[in-house]
Nanobody
């Protein structure tokens, strides 16, 4: 089992940067693929970025080149560095964990990111 707590959201102007962090409470962090999803008002939750247990990363086309996901297995954290933010990045961002042995998704409570001038 794993519990996830996000932090680092806030308000920023277009072109600015934010760093989101997700802390995992678990005895076996290294068995989880970790990811970030987001949900804008009136829209469905969508995939943003993922980092697998082997360190391989995937990104949504909309954030490729601007966002970077990383993980620290010793600290049991996953980070999303967001640069060149756009108003369309405004959403609640959710941390996600999926164990390698099945497809059970665990979600954090979400953190709000607002990009506005």
């Amino acid at each position: 089992q794993v519990q996830l707590v996000e932090s680092g959201g806030g308000s920023v102007q277009p072109g600015g940067s934010l760093t989101l962090s997700c802390a995992a409470s678990t005895t076996s962090f290294t068995i989880y693929h970790m990811g970030w999803y987001r949900q804008a008002p009136g829209k469905q939750r969508e995939f943003v970025a993922r980092i697998l247990v082997n360190g391989r990363t995937n990104y949504a086309d909309s954030v490729k080149g601007r966002f970077t996901i990383s993980r620290n297995n010793a600290k049991k954290t996953v980070t999303l560095q967001m640069n060149s933010l756009k108003p369309e990045d405004t959403a609640i961002y959710y941390c996600n964990a999926v164990p390698v042995m099945d497809d059970r998704h665990t979600w954090g409570q979400g953190t709000q990111v607002t990009v506005s001038s």
